[in-house]
């Protein structure tokens, strides 16, 4: 079993609606990570928190807004959504960095799969 | 720039047949981890190895084992009898071990799906 868990599991939504997604993992890593895949794809990295605070964005839009409240939460919120964005949606966390050096490898959670039509 | 290369798209394999997943690298990392991760059909990326740039010593667990060769940038992956149970696509990856910001930043091949029918 993963100890990354990501909630909800499956999401349909409208391009009108706003929702979120929500990670949590209780391994006391510093770093968590969203991913996006789409099918037949390697993971995308979309965001990255460290130590609480926003460390990379790479150029997601804007109707993305990611979250992190305490170091064991990750979530993203989603708002006026596109069908191209639909695709599975992957946390994941590591121990971060100790001297600079990185530390340990992700772990991924199961992921949530988002449908918006 | 980094770059993971998984030649293979899709592999099929006769149950308890050995095979092997092919990963090639580049890097001008000087120091640099190597990962790769299992994702079955349910979706979740399962971590199976991380070898450090500066240990060339292959390893092996259970059915399982890793040729890293650093002379030819490859880290290839070997199952051995293999199982339906492996049905999964496998994906290489690739990271600077100093990444700053407290962070990795993984380059992830394209993955290759293999099957493994009974």
């Known amino acids: 079993d993963t100890e990354v868990t990501q909630t909800p599991k499956h999401l349909v939504m409208g391009m009108t609606n706003k929702k979120s997604l929500k990670c949590e993992q209780h391994?006391?890593?510093?770093?968590m990570y969203w991913y996006k895949q789409k099918a037949k794809k390697p993971p995308e990295l979309m965001f990255v928190?460290?130590?609480?605070?926003?460390?990379i964005n790479e150029s997601v839009p804007s109707r993305f807004s990611p979250e992190c409240p305490n170091s064991s939460l990750l979530n993203l919120h989603l708002h006026a959504l596109q069908p191209e964005d639909s695709a599975l949606y992957l946390c994941?966390?590591?121990?971060?960095?100790?001297?600079?050096?990185?530390?340990?490898?992700?772990?991924f959670g199961e992921g949530s799969r988002l449908t918006v039509l | 720039a980094q770059k993971v290369t998984q030649a293979q798209t899709e592999i099929s394999v006769v149950e308890k047949e050995d095979v092997t997943l092919d990963c090639v690298y580049e890097?001008?990392?000087?120091?640099?981890?190597l990962f790769w991760y299992k994702q079955p059909p349910s979706g979740e990326l399962v971590f199976l190895i991380r070898?450090?740039?500066?240990?060339?010593q292959n390893e092996i667990s259970g059915r399982y084992s890793w040729n890293f060769q650093k002379s030819t940038s490859s880290f290839n992956f070997t199952i051995t009898a293999s199982q339906v149970v492996d049905s999964a696509v496998y994906f290489c990856?690739?990271?600077?071990?100093?990444?700053?910001?407290?962070?990795?930043?993984?380059?992830f091949g394209k993955g290759t799906k293999l099957s493994v029918i009974p």
């Open positions: 070898r450090n740039s500066f240990d060339e």
């Open positions: 994941a966390s590591s121990r971060g960095t100790s001297g600079g050096r990185n530390t340990g490898e992700l772990f």
């Open positions: 890097t001008r990392d000087t120091t640099y981890y």
């Open positions: 928190y460290s130590y609480e605070k926003l460390s």
């Open positions: 391994m006391g890593h510093r770093a």
């Open positions: 990856a690739l990271s600077a071990a100093y990444s700053g910001a407290g962070s990795y930043q993984l380059t």
